[in-house]
């Protein structure tokens, strides 16, 4: 770490910075937690006659503990299962992944992996025990977000680090831009899909986020 070759007061600032830092984890993942829904979003862009409005999507985020993954019961890192259903029929999964929070030198970094048995885990927050036995090989591929705070929220983004795959319905390589927005009552994210010329696959352009209220615990 680069403040540990600097000079003593730097080491104090740099130990000083990683205090504030695990305060602010301590509180994103407070925040994170719960049951939440775009609703009041659909309605919106209904009422301006935006067409199409953004799907209506539930969210459930829960924490979880799973021991047999490395470093996952650090005090500096926070485990979450993800579950993304359609709001009308939570029956309809869309999305399920695995989020973990840690503090580094860049900052609060998440890591985003998705599920490679994604039905094995299907409900998981009704459950969040059934992650006891989760281990490495069970996570795909992941993608990481540099999370800072600012006016009172939280920002987050992968910036420079895109994240690579396969395009939906091709095979075709494509970069994905994740971010993220984090309230004490609000979670927004957007997910962009770009194919290798730069052109839009899969997200909007006129909204990407997906804005969220929490319902509850």
Same mark, same amino acid.
């Given at each position: 770490?680069?403040?540990?070759?600097?000079?003593?007061?730097?080491?104090?600032?740099?130990?000083?910075?990683?205090?504030?830092?695990?305060?602010?984890?301590?509180?994103?993942?407070?925040?994170?937690?719960?049951?939440?829904?775009?609703?009041?979003?659909?309605?919106?862009?209904?009422?301006?006659?935006?067409?199409?409005?953004?799907?209506?999507?539930?969210?459930?985020?829960?924490?979880?503990?799973?021991?047999?993954?490395?470093?996952?019961?650090?005090?500096?890192?926070?485990?979450?299962?993800?579950?993304?259903?359609?709001?009308?029929?939570?029956?309809?999964?869309?999305?399920?992944?695995?989020? @973990?929070?840690?503090?580094?030198?860049?900052?609060? /970094? #998440?890591?985003? &992996?998705? +599920?490679?048995?994604?039905?094995?885990?299907?409900?998981?927050?009704?459950?969040?025990?059934?992650?006891?036995?989760?281990?490495?090989?069970?996570?795909?591929?992941?993608?990481?977000?540099?999370?800072?705070?600012?006016?009172?929220?939280?920002?987050?983004?992968?910036?420079?680090?895109?994240?690579?795959?396969? @395009?939906?319905?091709?095979?075709?390589?494509?970069? /994905? #831009?994740?971010? &993220?927005? +984090?309230?004490?009552?609000?979670?927004?994210?957007?997910?962009?899909?770009?194919?290798?010329?730069?052109?839009?696959?899969?997200?909007?352009?006129?909204?990407?986020?997906?804005?969220?209220?929490?319902?509850?615990?």
């Amino acid at each position: 770490m680069s403040c540990l070759v600097a000079g003593g007061s730097l080491l104090v600032g740099c130990t000083s910075q990683t205090k504030l830092r695990e305060t602010e984890l301590a509180e994103l993942t407070q925040w994170l937690p719960g049951r939440y829904d775009n609703t009041a979003q659909v309605q919106a862009d209904t009422q301006r006659g935006l067409h199409p409005p953004h799907e209506a999507v539930a969210l459930a985020i829960v924490p979880i503990d799973a021991p047999r993954i490395a470093g996952i019961g650090d005090i500096t890192r926070r485990v979450f299962y993800l579950q993304e259903m359609a709001a009308n029929d939570p029956r309809r999964v869309m999305t399920q992944k695995v989020l @973990s929070f840690e503090v580094t030198d860049s900052g609060i /970094v #998440e890591k985003v &992996a998705s +599920l490679t048995e994604p039905q094995r885990w299907r409900d998981g927050h009704l459950d969040p025990d059934l992650f006891r036995g989760l281990v490495k090989e069970d996570l795909g591929p992941r993608c990481e977000l540099t999370w800072s705070k600012t006016a009172g929220r939280f920002v987050g983004a992968n910036g420079s680090k895109p994240c690579g795959g396969e @395009s939906h319905g091709s095979e075709r390589p494509a970069k /994905v #831009e994740f971010r &993220a927005e +984090l309230g004490a009552d609000d979670f927004a994210m957007a997910e962009i899909e770009y194919d290798a010329g730069g052109r839009v696959l899969r997200g909007r352009a006129d909204e990407p986020f997906y804005r969220f209220r929490k319902q509850g615990p």
